[in-house]
Protein backbone atom coordinates (compact mmCIF):
# COMPACT_ATOMS: atom_id res chain seq x y z
CA UNK A 1 0.00 0.00 0.00
CA UNK A 2 1.59 2.77 0.64
CA UNK A 3 -0.58 3.79 3.53
CA UNK A 4 1.30 7.03 3.09
CA UNK A 5 3.11 5.55 5.22
CA UNK A 6 3.51 6.47 8.78
CA UNK A 7 6.23 5.80 10.63
CA UNK A 8 5.90 4.45 13.95
CA UNK A 9 8.12 3.57 16.80
CA UNK A 10 9.33 -0.28 17.23
CA UNK A 11 12.92 -1.45 17.55
CA UNK A 12 15.07 -3.51 19.85
CA UNK A 13 17.47 -2.16 22.27
CA UNK A 14 16.71 1.67 21.64
CA UNK A 15 17.52 1.21 18.27
CA UNK A 16 15.01 2.82 15.82
CA UNK A 17 14.15 0.28 12.83
CA UNK A 18 11.88 0.45 9.56
CA UNK A 19 9.25 -2.02 9.40
CA UNK A 20 7.79 -1.91 6.27
CA UNK A 21 4.09 -2.73 6.44
CA UNK A 22 3.94 -6.00 5.32
CA UNK A 23 4.61 -8.42 2.75
CA UNK A 24 3.97 -7.50 -0.82
CA UNK A 25 2.63 -3.97 0.70
CA UNK A 26 4.10 -0.56 0.09
CA UNK A 27 3.11 2.55 0.75
CA UNK A 28 3.22 5.80 -0.76
CA UNK A 29 5.06 6.81 2.11
CA UNK A 30 6.47 3.60 2.19
CA UNK A 31 7.14 2.68 5.65
CA UNK A 32 5.49 2.50 9.13
CA UNK A 33 8.54 3.19 11.60
CA UNK A 34 7.33 1.69 14.73
CA UNK A 35 9.61 3.40 17.71
CA UNK A 36 11.79 1.58 20.24
CA UNK A 37 9.25 2.39 23.30
CA UNK A 38 5.86 2.03 24.05
CA UNK A 39 3.96 4.65 26.65
CA UNK A 40 1.10 3.39 28.80
CA UNK A 41 -0.11 7.31 28.96
CA UNK A 42 0.36 10.11 26.30
CA UNK A 43 4.03 11.21 27.26
CA UNK A 44 5.05 14.54 27.01
CA UNK A 45 7.96 16.19 24.51
CA UNK A 46 10.36 15.92 27.56
CA UNK A 47 9.92 11.97 28.38
CA UNK A 48 10.24 11.20 24.51
CA UNK A 49 13.34 13.01 24.35
CA UNK A 50 14.31 11.52 27.66
CA UNK A 51 13.62 7.83 26.42
CA UNK A 52 14.20 7.45 22.47
CA UNK A 53 16.23 10.53 21.89
CA UNK A 54 13.22 12.52 19.45
CA UNK A 55 10.17 14.88 20.21
CA UNK A 56 6.65 13.95 20.56
CA UNK A 57 3.82 15.92 20.48
CA UNK A 58 -0.08 15.60 21.88
CA UNK A 59 -3.27 17.19 20.49
CA UNK A 60 -2.99 20.34 22.28
CA UNK A 61 0.18 21.14 21.46
CA UNK A 62 -0.75 20.65 17.45
CA UNK A 63 -3.94 22.97 18.42
CA UNK A 64 -1.79 25.82 19.83
CA UNK A 65 0.97 25.19 17.30
CA UNK A 66 -1.74 26.13 14.35
CA UNK A 67 -3.94 28.34 16.43
CA UNK A 68 -6.66 27.04 16.62
CA UNK A 69 -7.91 27.52 20.18
CA UNK A 70 -9.18 30.74 19.57
CA UNK A 71 -11.82 29.20 16.61
CA UNK A 72 -12.78 26.81 19.30
CA UNK A 73 -13.44 29.87 21.82
CA UNK A 74 -15.97 30.86 19.18
CA UNK A 75 -17.56 27.86 18.84
CA UNK A 76 -15.83 26.66 15.10
CA UNK A 77 -14.89 22.92 16.37
CA UNK A 78 -16.41 21.10 13.00
CA UNK A 79 -19.59 21.17 14.01
CA UNK A 80 -21.78 19.45 11.30
CA UNK A 81 -19.19 18.35 9.08
CA UNK A 82 -18.18 14.61 8.46
CA UNK A 83 -14.69 13.73 8.10
CA UNK A 84 -14.16 10.61 5.99
CA UNK A 85 -11.35 8.53 6.40
CA UNK A 86 -10.50 5.58 3.64
CA UNK A 87 -8.00 2.34 5.04
CA UNK A 88 -7.68 -0.63 3.24
CA UNK A 89 -9.11 -3.49 6.42
CA UNK A 90 -9.49 -0.63 9.30
CA UNK A 91 -8.70 -1.52 13.08
CA UNK A 92 -10.43 -4.19 15.09
CA UNK A 93 -10.05 -1.64 18.24
CA UNK A 94 -10.55 1.42 16.27
CA UNK A 95 -13.77 2.04 18.27
CA UNK A 96 -12.30 1.75 22.36
CA UNK A 97 -8.80 3.23 20.84
CA UNK A 98 -10.49 6.60 20.05
CA UNK A 99 -12.19 6.61 23.16
CA UNK A 100 -9.14 5.80 25.24
CA UNK A 101 -7.14 8.42 23.40
CA UNK A 102 -10.16 10.83 24.15
CA UNK A 103 -10.51 10.27 27.39
CA UNK A 104 -6.19 10.52 27.97
CA UNK A 105 -6.45 14.21 26.59
CA UNK A 106 -9.42 15.36 27.26
CA UNK A 107 -11.04 15.23 24.08
CA UNK A 108 -14.98 15.23 23.65
CA UNK A 109 -16.24 12.20 21.90
CA UNK A 110 -17.21 12.98 18.19
CA UNK A 111 -20.99 13.06 17.48
CA UNK A 112 -20.96 10.51 15.40
CA UNK A 113 -18.13 7.67 14.81
CA UNK A 114 -19.58 5.46 12.54
CA UNK A 115 -17.62 2.45 10.82
CA UNK A 116 -18.90 1.11 7.04
CA UNK A 117 -17.59 -1.47 4.18
CA UNK A 118 -19.51 -0.19 1.31
CA UNK A 119 -17.28 -2.74 -0.85
CA UNK A 120 -16.97 -5.21 1.22
CA UNK A 121 -15.87 -6.66 4.12
CA UNK A 122 -12.75 -7.19 5.62
CA UNK A 123 -11.51 -10.72 6.54
CA UNK A 124 -11.03 -11.28 10.12
CA UNK A 125 -8.33 -9.03 11.88
CA UNK A 126 -5.25 -11.76 12.06
CA UNK A 127 -2.85 -10.62 14.76
CA UNK A 128 0.05 -12.23 13.00
CA UNK A 129 -0.54 -10.18 9.64
CA UNK A 130 1.97 -7.27 9.73
CA UNK A 131 -0.31 -5.79 6.51
CA UNK A 132 -2.98 -5.90 8.66
CA UNK A 133 -1.59 -4.38 11.33
CA UNK A 134 0.16 -1.80 9.28
CA UNK A 135 -3.12 -0.30 8.27
CA UNK A 136 -4.48 -0.82 11.77
CA UNK A 137 -1.93 1.31 12.84
CA UNK A 138 -2.87 3.77 9.93
CA UNK A 139 -6.54 3.97 10.89
CA UNK A 140 -5.75 4.47 14.43
CA UNK A 141 -3.44 7.68 13.43
CA UNK A 142 -5.98 8.70 10.91
CA UNK A 143 -8.94 8.32 13.02
CA UNK A 144 -7.37 10.26 15.98
CA UNK A 145 -5.64 12.71 14.31
CA UNK A 146 -8.47 14.45 12.15
CA UNK A 147 -10.77 14.08 15.73
CA UNK A 148 -7.95 15.78 17.67
CA UNK A 149 -8.25 18.99 15.05
CA UNK A 150 -11.91 19.16 14.80
CA UNK A 151 -13.07 17.78 18.00
CA UNK A 152 -16.69 18.62 17.06
CA UNK A 153 -16.71 17.06 13.41
CA UNK A 154 -18.36 13.35 13.19
CA UNK A 155 -16.06 10.86 11.91
CA UNK A 156 -17.21 7.71 9.25
CA UNK A 157 -14.34 5.44 8.77
CA UNK A 158 -14.74 3.73 5.22
CA UNK A 159 -12.63 0.40 5.12
CA UNK A 160 -11.81 -1.90 2.22
CA UNK A 161 -11.25 -5.70 1.77
CA UNK A 162 -8.10 -5.16 -0.09
CA UNK A 163 -4.86 -3.45 0.76
CA UNK A 164 -3.64 -1.22 -2.02
CA UNK A 165 -0.42 -1.82 -3.01
CA UNK A 166 1.85 -0.05 -5.79
CA UNK A 167 0.11 0.01 -9.00
CA UNK A 168 -3.49 -0.22 -9.46
CA UNK A 169 -3.99 -3.48 -6.89
CA UNK A 170 -7.02 -1.82 -4.19
CA UNK A 171 -7.43 1.00 -6.03
CA UNK A 172 -10.72 0.15 -7.68
CA UNK A 173 -12.29 -0.85 -4.31
CA UNK A 174 -10.72 2.36 -2.68
CA UNK A 175 -11.88 4.42 -5.43
CA UNK A 176 -15.34 2.92 -5.42
CA UNK A 177 -15.89 3.11 -1.69
CA UNK A 178 -15.37 6.86 -2.25
CA UNK A 179 -18.17 7.36 -4.60
CA UNK A 180 -20.39 5.45 -2.33
CA UNK A 181 -19.75 7.78 0.23
CA UNK A 182 -20.19 11.06 -2.14
CA UNK A 183 -22.77 9.72 -3.76
CA UNK A 184 -24.58 9.37 -0.19
CA UNK A 185 -23.79 12.84 0.80
CA UNK A 186 -22.38 10.76 3.75
CA UNK A 187 -19.34 13.35 4.42
CA UNK A 188 -17.84 16.29 3.45
CA UNK A 189 -13.92 15.94 3.35
CA UNK A 190 -11.98 12.87 2.57
CA UNK A 191 -8.32 11.96 3.50
CA UNK A 192 -6.54 9.61 1.94
CA UNK A 193 -3.16 8.01 3.66
CA UNK A 194 -2.26 6.02 0.53
CA UNK A 195 -0.78 6.30 -2.82
CA UNK A 196 1.59 4.78 -5.67
CA UNK A 197 4.24 5.66 -7.50
CA UNK A 198 2.89 6.68 -10.88
CA UNK A 199 5.46 5.11 -12.70
CA UNK A 200 4.12 1.62 -10.89
CA UNK A 201 1.01 2.12 -13.42
CA UNK A 202 2.92 -0.23 -16.18
CA UNK A 203 1.22 -1.32 -18.81
CA UNK A 204 2.51 -4.79 -20.86
CA UNK A 205 5.45 -3.19 -21.77
CA UNK A 206 6.17 -2.18 -18.92
CA UNK A 207 5.94 1.20 -19.38
CA UNK A 208 3.77 4.02 -17.24
CA UNK A 209 0.42 3.66 -18.90
CA UNK A 210 -1.58 7.08 -17.60
CA UNK A 211 -4.56 5.54 -18.89
CA UNK A 212 -4.61 3.14 -16.08
CA UNK A 213 -4.55 6.33 -13.28
CA UNK A 214 -7.00 8.14 -15.53
CA UNK A 215 -9.49 5.30 -15.62
CA UNK A 216 -9.23 5.29 -11.45
CA UNK A 217 -10.30 9.16 -11.35
CA UNK A 218 -13.96 8.81 -11.18
CA UNK A 219 -14.28 9.14 -7.42
CA UNK A 220 -12.57 12.65 -7.30
CA UNK A 221 -14.27 13.45 -11.03
CA UNK A 222 -17.39 13.23 -8.76
CA UNK A 223 -16.31 15.11 -5.81
CA UNK A 224 -16.04 17.64 -7.31
CA UNK A 225 -18.99 17.93 -9.04
CA UNK A 226 -20.64 17.32 -5.28
CA UNK A 227 -18.54 19.41 -3.60
CA UNK A 228 -16.65 17.29 -1.48
CA UNK A 229 -13.04 18.06 -0.47
CA UNK A 230 -10.43 15.47 -1.69
CA UNK A 231 -7.38 15.14 0.18
CA UNK A 232 -3.82 12.99 -0.39
CA UNK A 233 -0.78 12.39 1.56
CA UNK A 234 2.29 13.35 -0.92
CA UNK A 235 3.96 10.18 0.27
CA UNK A 236 7.31 9.54 2.55
CA UNK A 237 9.58 8.71 0.29
CA UNK A 238 11.18 12.51 -0.49
CA UNK A 239 11.57 13.03 -4.54
CA UNK A 240 11.83 9.24 -4.62
CA UNK A 241 9.63 6.93 -4.00
CA UNK A 242 8.86 2.73 -4.05
CA UNK A 243 8.80 0.43 -7.33
CA UNK A 244 6.17 -2.02 -8.32
CA UNK A 245 8.12 -4.32 -5.24
CA UNK A 246 7.08 -1.98 -2.91
CA UNK A 247 10.82 -2.90 -1.50
CA UNK A 248 13.62 -0.69 -3.83
CA UNK A 249 13.26 2.99 -4.43
CA UNK A 250 13.45 5.20 -7.53
CA UNK A 251 16.64 5.99 -8.57
CA UNK A 252 15.31 9.57 -10.16
CA UNK A 253 12.56 11.77 -9.08
CA UNK A 254 8.94 10.66 -9.59
CA UNK A 255 5.37 11.55 -7.95
CA UNK A 256 2.50 9.71 -6.37
CA UNK A 257 -0.79 9.51 -7.34
CA UNK A 258 -3.58 10.17 -5.97
CA UNK A 259 -2.00 13.29 -4.33
CA UNK A 260 -0.98 14.29 -8.12
CA UNK A 261 -3.73 14.27 -9.11
CA UNK A 262 -5.23 17.74 -9.93
CA UNK A 263 -8.88 17.56 -7.81
CA UNK A 264 -7.01 16.39 -4.85
CA UNK A 265 -5.25 18.66 -2.43
CA UNK A 266 -1.99 17.50 -2.21
CA UNK A 267 -0.45 17.29 2.05
CA UNK A 268 2.91 17.39 2.28
CA UNK A 269 5.19 16.64 5.57
CA UNK A 270 6.83 19.52 7.89
CA UNK A 271 8.68 18.94 10.72
CA UNK A 272 7.56 21.14 13.79
CA UNK A 273 10.02 23.05 16.99
CA UNK A 274 7.54 22.94 19.89
CA UNK A 275 8.02 23.36 23.74
CA UNK A 276 5.97 20.93 26.16
CA UNK A 277 3.21 23.89 26.14
CA UNK A 278 3.00 23.70 21.88
CA UNK A 279 4.80 27.12 21.65
CA UNK A 280 7.20 27.08 18.70
CA UNK A 281 10.58 27.64 19.46
CA UNK A 282 11.79 27.57 16.08
CA UNK A 283 10.13 27.90 12.84
CA UNK A 284 8.71 24.99 10.80
CA UNK A 285 11.08 23.22 8.51
CA UNK A 286 10.22 20.33 5.70
CA UNK A 287 10.30 17.22 6.69
CA UNK A 288 13.14 14.87 6.10
CA UNK A 289 14.31 12.00 9.21
CA UNK A 290 16.84 10.49 6.90
CA UNK A 291 19.39 10.50 9.27
CA UNK A 292 17.19 9.15 11.94
CA UNK A 293 16.70 6.60 9.47
CA UNK A 294 19.28 5.97 7.25
CA UNK A 295 16.59 5.66 4.39
CA UNK A 296 14.34 7.97 3.20
CA UNK A 297 11.45 9.06 5.32
CA UNK A 298 10.87 12.80 4.40
CA UNK A 299 7.50 14.11 2.32
CA UNK A 300 6.83 13.77 -1.28
CA UNK A 301 7.12 16.78 -3.02
CA UNK A 302 7.94 17.26 -7.22
CA UNK A 303 6.12 17.14 -10.68
CA UNK A 304 3.53 14.64 -12.35
CA UNK A 305 4.64 12.65 -14.68
CA UNK A 306 1.29 12.06 -15.64
CA UNK A 307 -0.91 15.70 -15.38
CA UNK A 308 -0.39 18.68 -16.86
CA UNK A 309 -0.01 21.95 -14.73
CA UNK A 310 -3.33 23.13 -14.25
CA UNK A 311 -4.63 26.07 -14.02
CA UNK A 312 -4.88 27.11 -10.80
CA UNK A 313 -1.11 26.67 -10.66
CA UNK A 314 0.11 28.79 -13.44
CA UNK A 315 1.09 31.37 -11.06
CA UNK A 316 3.62 29.49 -9.46
CA UNK A 317 4.77 27.91 -13.33
CA UNK A 318 8.51 29.14 -12.75
CA UNK A 319 8.70 26.50 -10.42
CA UNK A 320 6.37 23.94 -11.70
CA UNK A 321 6.99 24.00 -15.64
CA UNK A 322 3.87 22.32 -17.56
CA UNK A 323 3.10 19.88 -15.02
CA UNK A 324 1.19 19.24 -12.19
CA UNK A 325 3.70 19.97 -8.86
CA UNK A 326 2.61 19.09 -5.31
CA UNK A 327 1.89 19.41 -2.67
CA UNK A 328 -0.36 21.93 -2.35
CA UNK A 329 -0.31 22.77 1.51
CA UNK A 330 1.99 21.42 4.45
CA UNK A 331 1.51 20.12 8.07
CA UNK A 332 2.92 17.89 10.63
CA UNK A 333 5.05 14.61 9.58
CA UNK A 334 8.46 14.23 11.21
CA UNK A 335 8.86 11.30 13.47
CA UNK A 336 11.11 13.18 15.46
CA UNK A 337 8.35 15.92 16.69
CA UNK A 338 5.43 12.46 15.89
CA UNK A 339 2.59 12.36 17.03
CA UNK A 340 1.13 10.22 20.20
CA UNK A 341 -1.14 7.83 18.43
CA UNK A 342 -3.20 4.81 20.96
CA UNK A 343 -3.05 1.55 19.69
CA UNK A 344 -5.07 -1.08 21.35
CA UNK A 345 -4.95 -3.79 19.77
CA UNK A 346 -1.79 -6.71 19.00
CA UNK A 347 0.61 -7.59 15.81
CA UNK A 348 3.42 -9.51 15.87
CA UNK A 349 4.03 -8.77 12.13
CA UNK A 350 4.23 -4.76 13.84
CA UNK A 351 6.15 -5.31 17.41
CA UNK A 352 2.78 -3.99 18.74
CA UNK A 353 0.93 -4.02 22.12
CA UNK A 354 -1.34 -1.99 23.37
CA UNK A 355 0.16 1.30 24.34
CA UNK A 356 0.60 4.79 22.98
CA UNK A 357 3.49 5.21 20.21
CA UNK A 358 5.05 8.41 18.29
CA UNK A 359 4.82 8.21 14.64
CA UNK A 360 4.72 10.56 11.57
CA UNK A 361 4.43 10.63 8.36
CA UNK A 362 2.33 12.78 5.64
CA UNK A 363 0.17 10.03 7.12
CA UNK A 364 -0.17 12.31 9.62
CA UNK A 365 -0.77 15.48 7.82
CA UNK A 366 -3.43 14.53 5.47
CA UNK A 367 -5.76 13.43 8.75
CA UNK A 368 -4.90 16.83 10.58
CA UNK A 369 -5.53 18.66 7.36
CA UNK A 370 -9.03 17.29 7.12
CA UNK A 371 -9.78 18.24 10.30
CA UNK A 372 -8.52 21.98 9.07
CA UNK A 373 -10.90 21.90 6.09
CA UNK A 374 -14.06 21.07 8.68
CA UNK A 375 -13.17 23.74 10.49
CA UNK A 376 -13.26 25.64 7.62
CA UNK A 377 -16.45 24.05 5.81
CA UNK A 378 -18.62 24.85 9.45
CA UNK A 379 -17.13 28.51 9.23
CA UNK A 380 -18.74 28.83 5.83
CA UNK A 381 -21.64 27.28 6.35
CA UNK A 382 -21.34 25.06 3.50
CA UNK A 383 -18.64 22.71 2.34
CA UNK A 384 -15.61 24.01 0.22
CA UNK A 385 -14.93 21.69 -2.35
CA UNK A 386 -11.31 21.32 -4.39
CA UNK A 387 -9.57 23.93 -2.08
CA UNK A 388 -6.74 24.14 -4.77
CA UNK A 389 -7.96 26.97 -6.52
CA UNK A 390 -8.36 29.27 -3.67
CA UNK A 391 -5.23 28.13 -1.44
CA UNK A 392 -3.45 29.12 -5.00
CA UNK A 393 -5.29 32.60 -4.42
CA UNK A 394 -4.54 33.36 -0.82
CA UNK A 395 -0.48 32.53 -1.51
CA UNK A 396 1.87 32.63 0.90
CA UNK A 397 3.01 36.24 1.14
CA UNK A 398 2.16 39.49 3.67
CA UNK A 399 -1.13 38.97 5.57
CA UNK A 400 -1.99 35.45 4.17
CA UNK A 401 -3.14 32.89 6.44
CA UNK A 402 -0.50 30.65 5.00
CA UNK A 403 3.08 30.26 6.97
CA UNK A 404 5.44 29.65 4.37
CA UNK A 405 8.51 27.46 4.86
CA UNK A 406 11.96 28.35 3.81
CA UNK A 407 13.97 25.91 5.02
CA UNK A 408 14.79 21.82 4.23
CA UNK A 409 14.51 19.64 1.63
CA UNK A 410 13.44 16.06 0.38
CA UNK A 411 16.79 14.75 -0.87
CA UNK A 412 17.00 10.79 0.22
CA UNK A 413 19.59 8.10 -0.04
CA UNK A 414 19.56 5.12 -0.24
CA UNK A 415 21.12 1.04 -0.96
CA UNK A 416 19.49 -0.38 -4.33
CA UNK A 417 19.21 -3.58 -5.30
CA UNK A 418 22.69 -3.91 -5.88
CA UNK A 419 23.49 -2.46 -2.86
CA UNK A 420 25.24 0.54 -4.09
CA UNK A 421 24.18 3.76 -2.56
CA UNK A 422 21.90 6.18 -4.65
CA UNK A 423 21.16 9.87 -3.70
CA UNK A 424 17.86 11.54 -5.47
CA UNK A 425 18.68 15.01 -5.25
CA UNK A 426 15.54 16.50 -4.20
CA UNK A 427 13.80 20.13 -3.76
CA UNK A 428 14.52 22.63 -1.38
CA UNK A 429 12.22 25.03 0.24
CA UNK A 430 12.64 28.51 -0.34
CA UNK A 431 10.15 31.71 -0.77
CA UNK A 432 7.18 31.16 -2.14
CA UNK A 433 5.47 28.10 -3.34
CA UNK A 434 8.39 24.87 -3.93
CA UNK A 435 8.43 21.35 -4.36
CA UNK A 436 9.55 20.23 -0.89
CA UNK A 437 6.66 22.33 1.03
CA UNK A 438 4.11 23.84 -1.42
CA UNK A 439 2.80 27.23 -0.78
CA UNK A 440 3.94 26.38 3.11
CA UNK A 441 1.96 25.80 6.13
CA UNK A 442 -1.79 26.72 7.95
CA UNK A 443 -1.29 29.95 10.17
CA UNK A 444 -3.74 30.15 12.59
CA UNK A 445 -7.65 30.82 12.30
CA UNK A 446 -6.60 33.57 9.73
CA UNK A 447 -5.97 30.50 7.44
CA UNK A 448 -9.44 29.28 8.41
CA UNK A 449 -11.63 31.87 7.81
CA UNK A 450 -9.47 33.02 4.56
CA UNK A 451 -10.35 29.35 3.21
CA UNK A 452 -13.42 29.79 4.42
CA UNK A 453 -14.02 32.83 2.25
CA UNK A 454 -12.44 31.54 -0.84
CA UNK A 455 -9.00 32.51 -0.08
Same mark, same amino acid.
Given at each position: ???????? +???????????? #????????????????????? &??????????? $????????????????? /????????????? #???????????????????? %??????? &?????????????? &??????? =?????????????????????????????????? =?????????????????????????????? $????? =?????????????IYS?????????????? @????????GAS??????????????????????? @???? /? /?????? =??????????????????????????? $???????????? *?GVS????????? &?????????????????????????????????????????????????????????????????? %?? !?????????? #???? *?????????? %????????????????? +?? !??????????????????
Amino acid at each position: MRANACRV +AVGLAGVLAAVT #IGAGVASANPTFQLLSHQFSQ &PPTTAQCQASI $GIACYNPFQFQKAYGLN /GLYADGITGRGRT #IVIVDSFGSPTIQSDLATFD %KDNNLPA &PPSFEVIAPVGASP &PYDPGNS =TMGGWAIETSLDVEYAHAIAPGASILLVTTPVAE =TEGVVGFPEMMNAEKYVIDHNLGDVISQSF $GATEQ =TFKNAKNMLDPGMIYSLRYAFQDAYAHHVT @VLGSSGDGGASDLETNGTDFYPFRVNSWPSADPL @VTSV /G /GTQLHL =TDNGSRFAPDNVWNDQALFGSPASGGG $GVSAVFSRPSYQ *NGVSSVTGDRRGT &PDISLSAAVNGGANVYLGFTNSGQGVTPGYYVIGGTSEASPQFAGVVALADQAAHERLGLLNPSLY %KM !GDGAGSGITD #ITDG *NNTVTFTNAL %KKMVTVIGYHAGAGYDL +AS !GLGTVGGGRFVHQLAHGG
